[in-house]
């Protein structure tokens, strides 16, 4: 079973950087991909990043290039997001995800087997 714990949300104002983990358990694929995805209140849930474990290969959404980074602590099985030059509109609830056999596009939400329980993001104007 496997299970994704993150953390590291919080409140900050705008133009600030922060930085949310998500640490996978019981993950035992050759090949799998993390991802972060967001929901806003009243919003539908959208796809953030992604990275695949075994090459490496990152995927950002076009609102977020060039302000986050996702990056892996593969020695502590961990994925990170590190958002810089924070906005308002980046306010919400950010979820890890694990696609363990991912032959799907990276911001297709059904192809993603596990979800973790979320870390609000909050960013001040």
């Known amino acids: 079973q496997v299970q994704l714990v993150e953390s590291g949300g919080g409140l900050v104002q705008s133009g600030s950087s922060l930085r949310v983990s998500c640490v996978a358990s019981?993950?035992?694929?050759?090949?799998?991909?993390m991802a972060w995805f967001r929901q806003a209140p009243g919003k539908e849930r959208e796809f953030v990043a992604s990275?695949?474990?075994?090459?490496?290969?990152?995927v950002y959404a076009d609102s977020v290039k060039d302000r986050f980074t996702i990056y892996r602590d593969a020695a502590e099985n961990t994925v990170l997001l590190q958002m810089n030059n924070l906005k308002p509109e980046d306010t919400a609830v950010y979820y890890c995800?694990?696609?363990?056999?991912?032959?799907?596009?990276?911001?297709?939400?059904?192809?993603?087997?596990?979800w973790g329980q979320g870390t609000q993001v909050t960013v001040s104007s």
């Open positions: 995800a694990t696609d363990v056999n991912p032959d799907s596009p990276p911001g297709a939400m059904a192809a993603y087997d596990y």
């Open positions: 019981g993950v035992i694929y050759a090949n799998y991909r």
């Open positions: 990275v695949t474990w075994r090459n490496n290969k990152k």
